[in-house]
């Protein structure tokens, strides 16, 4: 996923481009463009825009001083059921109506939510600037609140730039406050003691990101351990070196704190980004065009295949028709000529079979000197089975040998002796190949 991600400020606009995978984080390029009374905002933007390749994610950080904090409880978890229930949450609990602001909010855990805000006037002027430039922001956010994404930052700190103070507790952003000027040891010393006196857990380590040295001067005041976030070693390919580090370690926090869908976002409501949709609007109705168009191109075709098959029968019956015709010349024309073509070959059938039954009959009545007679007889394709009278068992015995020649297999089957000494008996056989 490419991300190119976008903060403006009042004296320059700053803009970096990456492209992360799961298994690892590219940048691609970065730049900054300072604004004078002969480059404006829109200039920039409208530079940038230009040199754009492919279709990156616009992420645009809006200046922290912007955005209205206050931590909420809830007794649930989903982000989906707080975002819901937040505007009720705050109606009455602050100065502006909720109609008039854009929120979201961030889990700080044990039900407890760090809920943001900014007015929709100000979000919409910025998405409408940079829109009207050549580039209309996907995501409105603010780097201050990808914090916890800085890397090789530790999970329980505060957090100080140039003109914000963060507090991070577990890997999450807690607190934060925004400073029109440079942020001073001061300024830090007051906000901790005022968040002290509030009854808020103060940490006792102060993580420093692209400050200048000096900035801190009267640091000694502060009971904090100060450190400065380093370039870790591991991420050397990626920055280069630590002065890119320190001016491009927001962005990257940004950039990943948003292909882990854990970056609020301010474009919400009727300031929701609906470009995609309408993208997306556009390619559904081309692809129902092209279902509909080869739907009916399939209709078309099985109609053009039954005409064929109608017309092939068609012309089949004319050929039966014909050839009935010169089968029997005499015969008036028939009513159904192939019923009637079908019914003189079951005839042909009929009559083959016929003769085939009456030459085994005739084997069997030269084949019966030795016994009195036959008086039931049964074939069924190959298969034979006779009832007949003999003299003696021995006499029915005897006429079982004299079908070897006609039968491949034969039986006898019960022989039944009768009171004036002749028996009855059964046989069953097949017919050898070819006597038939």
């Given at each position: 996923m490419d991300y190119l991600i976008l903060q403006a400020e009042e004296k320059r606009l700053t803009v970096a481009h990456?492209?992360?995978?799961?298994?690892?984080?590219?940048?691609?390029?970065a730049a900054t463009i300072e604004l004078d009374e002969g480059r404006?905002?829109?200039?920039?933007?409208?530079?940038?825009?230009?040199?754009?390749n492919g279709s990156p994610r616009v992420v645009l950080c809006l200046p922290p001083i912007l955005f209205a904090q206050r931590s909420v409880l809830l007794p649930f978890s989903d982000l989906r059921k707080v975002r819901e229930v937040l505007p009720s949450q705050?109606?009455?609990?602050?100065?502006?109506?909720?109609?008039?602001?854009?929120?979201?909010?961030?889990?700080?855990?044990d039900g407890q939510f760090l809920a943001l805000w900014a007015r929709k006037s100000d979000i919409s002027a910025a998405i409408e600037l940079f829109r009207n430039a050549g580039i209309e922001p996907h995501i409105v956010t603010s780097i201050t609140f990808a914090l916890a994404a800085l890397p090789g930052i530790p999970p329980d700190c505060a957090v100080c730039d140039?003109?914000?103070?963060?507090?991070?507790?577990?890997?999450?952003?807690?607190?934060?406050?925004?400073?029109?000027?440079?942020?001073?040891?001061?300024?830090?010393?007051?906000?901790?003691?005022?968040?002290?006196?509030?009854?808020?857990?103060?940490?006792?380590?102060?993580?420093?990101?692209?400050?200048?040295?000096?900035?801190?001067?009267?640091?000694?005041?502060?009971?904090?351990?100060?450190?400065?976030?380093?370039?870790?070693?591991?991420?050397?390919?990626?920055?280069?070196?630590d002065e890119t580090f320190q001016q491009l370690a927001g962005f990257y926090a940004v950039a990943r704190a948003c292909f882990a869908g854990t970056l609020p976002d301010f474009r919400q409501g009727e300031?929701?980004?609906?470009?995609?949709?309408?993208?997306?609007?556009?390619?559904?109705?081309?692809?129902?065009?092209?279902?509909?168009?080869?739907?009916?191109?399939?209709?078309?075709?099985?109609?053009?295949q039954y005409r064929a098959a109608v017309s092939d029968i068609s012309s089949l019956n004319?050929?039966?028709?014909?050839?009935?015709?010169?089968?029997?010349?005499?015969?008036?024309?028939?009513?159904?000529?192939?019923?009637?073509?079908?019914?003189?070959?079951?005839?042909?059938?009929?009559?083959?079979?016929?003769?085939?039954?009456?030459?085994?009959?005739k084997k069997l009545?030269?084949?019966?000197?030795?016994i009195n007679g036959l008086y039931e007889a049964e074939?069924?394709?190959?298969?034979?089975?006779?009832?007949?009278?003999?003299?003696?068992?021995?006499?029915?015995?005897?006429?079982?040998?004299?079908?070897?020649?006609?039968?491949?297999?034969?039986?006898?089957g019960e022989v039944k002796s009768r009171p004036d000494g002749t028996v009855g008996f059964s046989l069953t056989g097949t017919l050898k190949e070819g006597s038939k």
């Open positions: 990456f492209e992360i995978s799961r298994r690892s984080t590219e940048l691609v390029g404006s905002l829109t200039d920039a933007v409208q530079q940038i825009a230009e040199k754009i705050l109606q009455g609990d602050i100065a502006l109506p909720v109609e008039e602001l854009s929120l979201d909010v961030m889990p700080v855990g140039s003109r914000t103070l963060s507090l991070l507790k577990g890997g999450r952003l807690t607190y934060f406050r925004a400073f029109n000027s440079s942020v001073t040891s001061t300024m830090i010393a007051a906000t901790l003691a005022a968040l002290e006196l509030s009854g808020e857990e103060i940490t006792t380590r102060l993580c420093t990101i692209g400050q200048e040295e000096d900035q801190l001067s009267d640091a000694d005041t502060l009971s904090l351990l100060i450190e400065k976030v380093e370039l870790p070693p591991e991420m050397g390919h990626l920055f280069k070196n300031l929701a980004w609906t470009a995609g949709d309408a993208s997306l609007r556009k390619k559904l109705f081309l692809s129902g065009i092209l279902s509909a168009v080869i739907i009916l191109l399939l209709f078309v075709n099985t109609g053009i004319k050929s039966i028709a014909s050839i009935y015709r010169e089968i029997f010349p005499s015969r008036p024309k028939a009513v159904d000529e192939i019923s009637e073509i079908k019914g003189e070959i079951r005839k042909l059938s009929g009559i083959e079979s016929s003769n085939g039954y009456l030459d085994t009959l009545a030269e084949a019966k000197n030795s074939l069924e394709g190959r298969n034979l089975r006779v009832k007949g009278d003999a003299r003696s068992a021995q006499a029915a015995d005897e006429f079982k040998a004299a079908l070897a020649p006609l039968l491949a297999t034969v039986e006898l």
